[in-house]
Structure formats: structure tokens, C-alpha cells
């Protein structure tokens, strides 16, 4: 090889790798259009049948209910609107981790994904702001919705005030007393939001009455959200994660990630990301689980989930309630049981019973892995991280950290130069209680006993051929 052609090779890479604007994606991808075996149908809890478009329409708006509902067409274009106001914090970086490398002494190379550059502070945004044009496309007054640990909440309420929608947010209790300024974030962007589970609801004063002490859970306050959007005119409810259109959104991550990497010929030997409802993970993984399906490449994908709350390690693949109200569709997914209260862990992104339907059949299919970890481990990685990279990651962000760090150490030791790529979802500005708690050492570890698990399972819903 000449020593120019040579240097070709060697193209150093940068710190960040950006995009041009004009290399942005202009739509989304959905994976299901390659997808063999189709995620099971939604199914309408009353009848026991596959949901149809109408009944879908009663609860969300009806270009979304169309994304939900289709498994065929693999690229969705992105209206301009929602194109122009990406670029207002699009692209997201593509960051080379060399500090980060060097401090682990690693013959690996990592890459991360940051989606923390907004205000709302992680990737939520992506899929906000498409479901709040939507919204006003149809030409409905506002929408409501649910939200955990606040990111989801805070996104919707930046896209609402940006298209001019009321936004009516139920915040799981434990998050609206732990993080009360992501609370003024969202009525700075002039959201209404009421701790859940709430007296607002007949759903939420039920759950109240059984159990008066519950710090609420994020299917509880979908419960509630629910009920809100269909008793009130001109509303309809959205959702941040697990449902198939927010992975078809939230593949603008893996798109630009894909062109970023392309441009420098570099391809990822493993792919990480934390797995709440799956919607980051789907999303960042999409063009790469893509070519996997089509047989063009292969990667090894790893969702990572908190061990209080492990849907796919420990879950059960079954028909189940998205919400603890029962009032959603029925979704096959990894499931712990809709009746299941996580214990507070500090990633309350992550504290979802169930599991994207997408994900949950990619992994039954054997096309990825998951792990789970306790919460001292993730702050262990987050703050070794926050020290080199300069990043301060949301806590849920940092169980994808925790694995990616975990496998760079393996390559030390295998002497394997592998490259790994995970999506770093967010910051962590608002979760300083739980760093505090963390840098007191007073941070507890829960690990579910097999009992609870089965608890949970055991109320399942019936659903014909599923006993
Ligand atoms: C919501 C959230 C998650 C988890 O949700 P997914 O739908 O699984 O992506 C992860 N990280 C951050 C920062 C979040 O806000």
C-alpha cells in the first residue's frame, strides 16, 4: 500500500463526529417492515381481536394510530415542520470516547450517541415533537400524558408550547417529590402537571384507595393520562416510549449514527443501550438490527435493564396491560405483570413493567441480549464517566455506560479490539438526589425475589391461547 493511500486509511477520527445539515435524515425507518415475525397485534381488550384503526383513533391521533399500526412500509418521510425543528438540536453528536478509552486502557474503540443537547435533556424530544405535530395536524386542543422520571413530560411540554397545544401531564409521584425543578421546567413551557397517581381520575382515586402509601408507577399515571384524553374534547393521549411509532421516530438516532459511523468506515461490533420501554434502544439500533434482518451485517445488541425492574432478564413474554388502569391495549411483550410497583430505583425512565413489542419479539427471536444491574454498579460507571468524558449522564443512561465500560475492560483483557457504540440517552442535572444518595453511600441495591415476579404474573390478563 502507498504511504497516501495508506494515510486514507488511517482517517483520524474526530472527537465528535457531526453531520451536516443536508446529511440529516429526511425519514424515519421502520423496522418492523423487515422484521420475518411481526410483533404480535395490539389487541382490544373488550374483544379479545386485533385493535383497528378506529378504535385506536379513539385514544391517539390518527396519523399515529396508522404508524402503529403498520408493518409494512419500512421509510416514513419526515414532514418538514418536524425536519426544521430538528435542526434546532439536531444532529446530535456522535462522540469518539477517547478519554474515556484511555482511562479504561482499552484496545477497544467506544463511541457513544449523546441526546442529552436539548433542553428537556435526553431523546425524548425526538419523538415529542412528532407526535405534538401530529396532534395539531388533526386540529385538537392539547393532549396528555404520563411522565416518569420527567424527561418525557418536559420534551412533550417543549413541543406543545413550540406548536401552541395545551399539555395536560401526569408525573409519577416519586419523580414530582424528587425532581421538583423538571416539574417548573414544564410549566416554564406552560404544561399543567399533577402528581399520580391523583384525585383527577377515576382510575388514579382507585389506586389511592388500595393502596394510600404507593409512590405511583408510570403505568399508573398512563392509567390516568388515558382517562383524561378520552373525557375531555379535542384531546388525545401520547406516550414517550414502548409503542411502536416512538421507535419509528426515535430512528432518526440510529440513522445519523449510521451516517456519521459510514463516513469514516467504521462499524460497530456491539451495540448498547439502556432499555426502559425500548424506545432509545429501538431507535439507535434501528438501521443496524435493519441489515441484520435483511442478512447484509451482523452486530450483537445488548439492552440493559436496572435489576429492580428486569422486564426482559426476568419477564415473561405474554399479553399484558401497557398501563396499570387496564384501559390500553393489550401488548405481547417481555413483561413483569402490569400490577407490578417497582421499588423506587433512581432510574425512574427505566421503571416500566413491559417492553416495545418490537424489542420483546427481536429478542425472543434470539437478535439481541439483555442484561441487568444493580444501581451502585450504573453510579459507579456514571461518575467514572462524568470525571473523563465531562458529561454528568442521566441515570438511566448510565446502565448503557455501565455494560459498554464492562465490555472495553473485557477487550483489555482478550486483547479484543472491538468497537462499541451505546446510546448516552441523557443528562443527568435533575437526578442530583439520587447522585447525593450515591456519593453518601447510601445507595441500596433491590434485587426482585422470584416470588414477587410471580405475584405480578399471575394476574396476567386471559387472553384466547394464552392460559
Ligand atoms: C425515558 C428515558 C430512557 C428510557 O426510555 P426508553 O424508551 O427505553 O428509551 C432512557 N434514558 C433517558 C435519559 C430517558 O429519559
Not at 76 to 81: G, L, Q, S, T
Not at 217 to 238: F, M, N, P, W
Not at 257 to 286: F, R
Amino acid at each position: 500500500m502507498r504511504k497516501e493511500e495508506k494515510m486514507m486509511d488511517n482517517k483520524e477520527i474526530p472527537y465528535k463526529i457531526y453531520l451536516e445539515e443536508h446529511e440529516m435524515p429526511k425519514q424515519w425507518y421502520n423496522l418492523r417492515a423487515d422484521m420475518k415475525n411481526k410483533p404480535a397485534p395490539l389487541l382490544n381488550p373488550g374483544t379479545g381481536k386485533p385493535v383497528t384503526l378506529e378504535e385506536m383513533s379513539g385514544i391517539f391521533c390518527e396519523e399515529l394510530a396508522k404508524q402503529e399500526l403498520d408493518d409494512q412500509t419500512p421509510y416514513i418521510d419526515i414532514p418538514d415542520e418536524i425536519l426544521q425543528f430538528y435542526k434546532m438540536y439536531r444532529p446530535a453528536p456522535l462522540v469518539r470516547a477517547y478519554h474515556l478509552e484511555k482511562y479504561l486502557n482499552t484496545p477497544a474503540k467506544i463511541y457513544y450517541k449523546f441526546e442529552g443537547n436539548n433542553t428537556s435533556g435526553s431523546h425524548k424530544l425526538n419523538s415529542a415533537i412528532a407526535q405534538a405535530y401530529y396532534a395539531k395536524k388533526q386540529g385538537l386542543k392539547g393532549v396528555t400524558t404520563e411522565t416518569g422520571a420527567g424527561q418525557w413530560g418536559t420534551a412533550l411540554s417543549m413541543a406543545c408550547a413550540f406548536l401552541g397545544l395545551d399539555c395536560q401531564v401526569y408525573m409519577v409521584k416519586v419523580s414530582y417529590e424528587q425532581k421538583p425543578f423538571r416539574r417548573e421546567v414544564m410549566r416554564t413551557y406552560g404544561a399543567d402537571v399533577t402528581p399520580s397517581p391523583s384525585d383527577k381520575t377515576e382510575v388514579g382515586r382507585k389506586i389511592r384507595a388500595q393502596f394510600p402509601d404507593t409512590n405511583g408507577s408510570l403505568g399508573c399515571a398512563i392509567s390516568e393520562a388515558v382517562e383524561a384524553a378520552v373525557t375531555q374534547e379535542g384531546y388525545r393521549y401520547v406516550l414517550g416510549s414502548v409503542l411502536t411509532q416512538v421507535l419509528i421516530h426515535q430512528s432518526v438516532i440510529g440513522l445519523e449514527t449510521k451516517i456519521a459511523l459510514d463516513k469514516y468506515g467504521e462499524k460497530p461490533d456491539i451495540i448498547i443501550g439502556c432499555a426502559g420501554g425500548g424506545s432509545n434502544l429501538g431507535g439507535l439500533i434501528a438501521p443496524f438490527m435493519g441489515e441484520k434482518l435483511r442478512g447484509e451485517a451482523d452486530y450483537r445488541v445488548i439492552a440493559v435493564e436496572p435489576a429492580s425492574c428486569p422486564s426482559f432478564t426476568r419477564g415473561t413474554y405474554a399479553y399484558d396491560f401497557c398501563d396499570t388502569g387496564a384501559i390500553c391495549p393489550l401488548a405481547k411483550m417481555y413483561t413483569l405483570g402490569s400490577s407490578f410497583m417497582p421499588a423506587p430505583n433512581h432510574a425512574g425512565g427505566l421503571r416500566y413493567h413491559g417492553m416495545s413489542s418490537v424489542l420483546s419479539q427481536l429478542y425472543d427471536d434470539n437478535y439481541m441480549e439483555a442484561v441487568s444491574v444493580t444501581q451502585t454498579e450504573v453510579f459507579e460507571a456514571a461518575e467514572q464517566f462524568a470525571r473523563v468524558e465531562g458529561i454528568l449522564p442521566a441515570p438511566e443512561s448510565s446502565h448503557a455506560i455501565r455494560v459498554a465500560m464492562d465490555e472495553a475492560i473485557r477487550c483489555r483483557e482478550t486483547g479484543e479490539e472491538k468497537t462499541i457504540l451505546f446510546g448516552l440517552t441523557g443528562t443527568g442535572y435533575f437526578d442530583m438526589y439520587a447522585y447525593e444518595k450515591f456519593n453518601d453511600g447510601e445507595m441500596e441495591n433491590y434485587t426482585l425475589t422470584d416470588e414477587e415476579i410471580a405475584e405480578s404474573i399471575a394476574k396476567l390478563p386471559k387472553v384466547p391461547g394464552q392460559e
